[in-house]
């Protein structure tokens, strides 16, 4: 158990639904990612999200579309997705110093598949 | 974004020897280097990081060794045991950025 919990572990959907993936860290961190990762490539920043604001976003689709209501909670927001989205969507969080040193706690992810 | 690659893409060693996974990275900028483990069903995993001021850093049965020169990153498994089998994943990137890119992952499998 690292302290970041994902929901839902598990989801299919098709092209047209909308669904959202939630996240939450119990670590006290102030930075929240979310991570995708496809089969046979590396894991792909998305987002990162610094003290709540959006620091980061790596030229992802707006058909995804993240959310950080707080520190502590993240979310990933799902429209008229493609079958190619279907992968490992990941959550980490880790605390932000000065001086670098960025430990990232990832959560167990979401297994998204798009039909 | 960065290429952070690895060498080997599977890499099987018996139980009690010592593992050694590589990683190439590319950009000279980055000054923090992780190393994380991925285990089936589960989320990457913290194992140790180097930051580029350093070239070598140990941890309990594992050390990571950093080459500036060469770009070279590398992980050593002491006394592999079957509980190290897993996906291993390097990841680089500039500290104060909170951006980092990961390779490709080296899957270790331990022989009984």
């Known amino acids: 158990e690292t302290g970041v919990t994902q929901t839902p572990r598990h989801l299919v959907m098709g092209m047209t639904n909308k669904k959202s993936l939630k996240c939450e860290q119990h670590?006290?961190?102030?930075?929240m990612y979310w991570y995708k990762q496809s089969a046979k490539k590396p894991l792909e920043l998305m987002f990162v999200y610094s003290l709540e604001e959006r620091v980061e976003n790596n030229s992802v689709p707006s058909r995804f579309s993240p959310e950080c209501p707080n520190s502590s909670h993240l979310f990933l927001h799902l429209h008229t997705l493609q079958p190619e989205d279907s992968a490992l969507y990941l959550c980490a969080s880790s605390q932000v110093m000065k001086r670098g040193g960025n430990e990232q706690y990832f959560g167990p992810g979401t297994r998204l598949t798009v039909t | 974004g960065e290429s952070v690659g690895l060498h080997l893409p599977t890499l099987s060693v018996q139980e009690g020897d010592n593992s050694i996974i590589n990683c190439a990275y590319s950009n000279s900028a980055s000054d923090y280097f992780i190393w994380y483990k991925q285990e089936s069903g589960k989320g990457p995993q913290f194992i140790i990081d180097i930051r580029s001021n350093m070239d070598k850093r140990q941890g309990q049965r594992v050390t990571v060794l950093l080459n500036k020169t060469v770009k070279h990153l590398s992980l050593q498994i002491a006394a592999t045991q079957p509980g190290d089998s897993a996906v291993y994943f390097c990841?680089?990137?500039?500290?104060?950025?909170?951006?980092?890119?990961f390779g490709s992952g080296t899957k270790l499998n331990v022989k009984p």
């Open positions: 670590l006290g961190h102030n930075a």
């Open positions: 990841a680089e990137g500039v500290s104060n950025f909170n951006k980092f890119y």
